[in-house]
């Protein structure tokens, strides 16, 4: 299977920068897909950024021009930097990826445990 440990969430206040990160480990033979959910409270869990192995990039359009997701291919890391942070980016942020483990020909979805990000006014 596959893991993700994510970290870099905290308290900043508007106007502030967090950089977020999702480190996957396990059998990992490809994956296709990588990207960032969120959750706010009460609310359901909505795309941020998505990141294709290609290299090609999705935001949501509340977040575009602020937040920028990349990798590290190295050490199989993804990162949303998150700038010009707001009140209501104020949410649980859950890294996913879609990959295939080795010895495996499914793909499947993987999640993080999340990470908290709180924006003060």
């Known amino acids: 299977q596959v893991q993700l440990a994510e970290s870099g969430g905290g308290l900043v206040q508007a106007g502030g920068s967090l950089r977020l990160s999702c480190a996957a480990s396990?059998?990992?033979?490809?994956?296709?897909?990588m990207g960032w959910f969120r959750q706010g409270p009460g609310l359901q869990r909505d795309l941020v950024a998505g990141?294709?192995?290609?290299?090609?990039?999705n935001y949501a359009d509340d977040v575009k021009g602020r937040f920028t997701i990349s990798r590290d291919s190295a050490s199989n890391t993804l990162y949303l930097q998150m700038n010009s942070l707001k009140p209501e980016d104020t949410a649980v942020y859950y890294c996913?990826?879609?990959?295939?483990?080795?010895?495996?020909?499914?793909?499947?979805?993987?999640w993080g445990q999340g990470t908290q990000v709180t924006v003060s006014s």
């Open positions: 996913t990826v879609r990959a295939r483990t080795s010895g495996s020909y499914a793909y499947a979805n993987y």
């Open positions: 396990g059998s990992i033979f490809s994956i296709v897909t």
């Open positions: 990141f294709t192995s290609d290299g090609s990039t």
